[in-house]
């Protein structure tokens, strides 16, 4: 089992829609979560991190719930722009700070 | 933030022979990781290179096939030696800082 599972998708979705992400870890170890971002040929940015309390940041909402070990990213009024490839990235912290476990990527394609 | 780029963008290789590529960030920074993404997967860890010490490596991952040099805190190569095609991959470079893991921009390597 991988240690950090996506839906590779690809989502294809019309401007304006919501679309929902979801990520599963298989570490309880895991200490930090994260959603990036990487463009078609471009190196990953993070777009957001997760916290258990849930956070949100303009049209991205995360939320993070350690006992189902889950992770999902939702996305409202979807942009053109918002086509990418989305990685949930976990790491345990600690010694490990910095060494960071990437899931596959969700594929992302908004559409007129 | 952290600006970080990485020489060459591109290679073609034969196989058999090494490639060094080069990162170099715009500011002093404790750690430094080298990640690899394979075509059409996501990134993995392939080590932390250590200023001072030798790189620690990965399970699947080895001093002999991908040597890492750290000379300094804005600095490090990663040598991909006696090249395959199943080296073709884009190799990146990271820092973190803060919450935030800053990446290359890559160097995307395809060996013939």
């Known amino acids: 089992r991988k240690e950090v599972e996506q839906d590779p998708g690809p989502f294809n979705v019309p401007e304006g829609a919501t679309v929902a992400f979801n990520c599963t870890y298989s570490n309880s170890a895991s200490q930090s979560f994260f959603w990036y971002r990487q463009d078609c040929r471009k190196e990953p940015k993070l777009l957001m991190s997760?916290?258990?309390s849930g956070n949100e940041d303009g049209r991205f909402t995360a939320q993070l719930n350690r006992a189902s070990q889950y992770i999902s990213l939702l996305i409202r009024d979807s942009k053109l722009s918002d086509s990418a490839t989305y990685l949930c990235v976990v790491s345990r912290g600690g010694t490990s700070y910095g060494k960071l476990t990437f899931g596959q990527g969700t594929i992302l394609t908004v559409h007129p | 933030s952290a600006v970080i780029s990485q020489k060459p963008s591109r290679d073609i290789c034969q196989r058999g022979t090494s490639l060094t590529i080069q990162c170099q960030v715009d500011s002093q920074v404790t750690m430094m990781f080298w990640y690899r993404q394979q075509p059409g997967q996501s990134l993995t860890l392939i080590a932390t290179?250590?200023?001072?010490?030798?790189?620690?490596?990965e399970s699947g991952f080895v001093i002999d096939k991908f040597p890492i040099s750290r000379p300094n805190l804005t600095f490090s190569t990663l040598t991909v030696s006696n090249m395959s095609p199943e080296d073709s991959s884009i190799y990146l470079c990271?820092?973190?800082?803060?919450?935030?893991?800053?990446f290359g921009p890559g160097t995307r390597l395809t060996v013939l």
């Open positions: 290179a250590n200023q001072g010490s030798e790189a620690t490596y």
């Open positions: 997760v916290y258990s």
């Open positions: 990271s820092v973190p800082k803060g919450d935030t893991q800053y």
